[in-house]
């Protein structure tokens, strides 16, 4: 399944404007904190599909991609496009945004440090990959970060009576062959 968003560094772009916008600095580090979550939760929200085309590794000081965290190592890269996000893939960055875009750096390191899925990529070894079943299943419990109803909130509409109703977009459950 194709990842919604073209590039790891598009969704980057709109979380750093999206700080300036609230007259924010992002910290490299945190950038990466933010990624790994929107990753995640959209991961949790959509069936197990990637939002950005990248793999996050355990490092020690957390989950990072590490093109990304590479590239900036002296500040935000200068590139010549603009960065492409959808309507709805900017909606769901928001939603990450507004629940844990205020917190520092340091308060995200310790709510992703203890994730289950971050945990057992480090056992495997320093920079293993962070298995995306794996954090969706964490997620889905709820063990050490917020509950992806907790994060995102569902979209409430109206029926033919005037009730407000949840709703979201249906996708079939994914049949393994055997």
């Not at 404007?17 to 990753?39: M, T």
């Not at 070894?125 to 909130?153: C, F, H, M, W, Y």
Request: hydrophobic share 40%; with cysteine.
């Amino acid at each position: 399944m194709p990842a919604a968003v073209e590039s790891v560094f598009d969704l980057a772009f709109w979380l750093c404007d999206r700080a300036l916008n609230d007259n924010e600095y992002i910290q490299p580090i945190k950038l990466q904190y933010l990624l790994f979550l929107c990753q995640a939760y959209y991961a949790a929200t959509n069936s197990g599909r990637k939002l950005v085309p990248a793999i996050f590794v355990a490092e020690e000081v957390g989950p990072i991609e590490p093109s990304l965290l590479k590239a900036w190592t002296n500040g935000r890269p200068k590139f010549e496009s603009k960065p492409v996000i959808s309507e709805d893939v900017a909606k769901f960055a928001d939603e990450v945004w507004r629940r844990f875009g205020h917190h520092s750096a340091e308060h995200l390191a310790k709510l992703l440090l203890k994730m289950p899925a971050y945990l057992s990529a480090r056992k495997r070894g320093r920079r293993a990959e962070i298995r995306l079943e794996e954090v969706i299943e964490g997620l889905n419990q709820g063990s050490n970060t917020p509950k992806v109803d907790q994060v995102i909130k569902p979209k409430v509409m109206r029926s033919h009576k005037g009730e407000p109703v949840k709703v979201k977009a249906w996708s079939p459950k994914t049949v393994k062959s055997e």
